[in-house]
């Protein structure tokens, strides 16, 4: 993940504490992070990355905040790509199985990334204690 990372100019960090109101404050984030990059609010990738966003924002909430006082999205993007991560240093990392498996909200973010042809992947923090769900999404070529 960290060379496609490195290949991408486009890039943005937000740090915010693990609660409720994260959710909001990642999405309005990511939708002004978007514009910003030129990335139209039209492309077909844009509303579902906003819905993956919000379920794994919504589960560091949830199930990290006792051992994560912060949640981090990292955000990249190049021409035809759009990656982010959603980072706490909860310890358990959940399986990202195919869609229809019953998993509620990463059940989701699994229909919606594969539906677009994207990728989602869990990566372990070194020290073991945390993790990060990567999601990278192809964007619609512009001509």
Do not use: C
């Amino acid at each position: 993940m960290s060379a496609q990372l490195d290949a991408l100019p486009l890039r943005h960090v937000l740090t915010l504490p693990t609660m409720g109101s994260a959710v909001r404050i990642a999405r309005e984030t990511t939708e002004q992070v978007l514009a910003e990059w030129g990335i139209s609010r039209r492309d077909p990738a844009v509303d579902p990355a906003l819905l993956i966003l919000s379920e794994l924002v919504t589960n560091s909430v949830r199930h990290a905040a006792p051992t994560s006082p912060n949640v981090t999205v990292i955000y990249a993007a190049g021409q035809d790509t759009f990656v982010f991560a959603v980072h706490d240093r909860h310890p358990y990392r959940p399986p990202l199985a195919v869609a229809g498996t019953g998993g509620g909200g990463l059940d989701t973010v699994m229909e919606l990334t594969l539906g677009l042809g994207g990728t989602a992947i869990v990566r372990g923090d070194a020290d073991g204690r945390g993790k990060s769900i990567w999601i990278t999404l192809p964007l619609r070529k512009t001509p």
